[in-house]
């Protein structure tokens, strides 16, 4: 079981930037890859960012590449997007996923077994 926690979600203008944070507890020993999803009103659910439970494989949507960055501390068990350049169409519902690591499907969402809340980004123009 694993749980999560995003904060840092608000409103900015456009080219500024935010920095989300999700802290995950898990009960037992385990490696766990992260995600950043996101859902903007009336569209489907989109990946934005993940990261391995090692670090050593990260992936970006092309419309967030070089503008966010997703890192992770594992000793103190958070995952964090900073977004820079913020651009009014990554308006949207931001939610942290987390998997038990697996050797493929580092974006999809179907293959994410735990999610947060979500937190609302809001980028006017």
């Known amino acids: 079981q694993v749980q999560l926690v995003e904060s840092g979600g608000g409103s900015v203008q456009a080219g500024g930037s935010l920095r989300l944070s999700c802290a995950y507890s898990?009960?037992?020993?385990?490696?766990?890859?992260m995600a950043w999803f996101r859902q903007a009103p009336g569209k489907d659910r989109e990946f934005v960012a993940a990261?391995?439970?090692?670090?050593?494989?990260?992936i970006y949507a092309d419309s967030v590449k070089g503008r966010f960055t997703i890192s992770r501390d594992n000793a103190k068990n958070t995952v964090d997007l900073q977004m820079n350049s913020l651009k009014p169409e990554d308006t949207a519902v931001y939610s942290c996923?987390?998997?038990?690591?697996?050797?493929?499907?580092?974006?999809?969402?179907?293959?994410?077994?735990?999610w947060g809340q979500g937190t609302q980004v809001t980028v006017s123009s």
């Open positions: 990261i391995t439970w090692s670090g050593s494989s990260i």
């Open positions: 898990k009960r037992t020993f385990s490696y766990i890859d």
């Open positions: 996923a987390a998997r038990y690591t697996r050797s493929a499907g580092l974006s999809l969402d179907r293959t994410y077994n735990y």
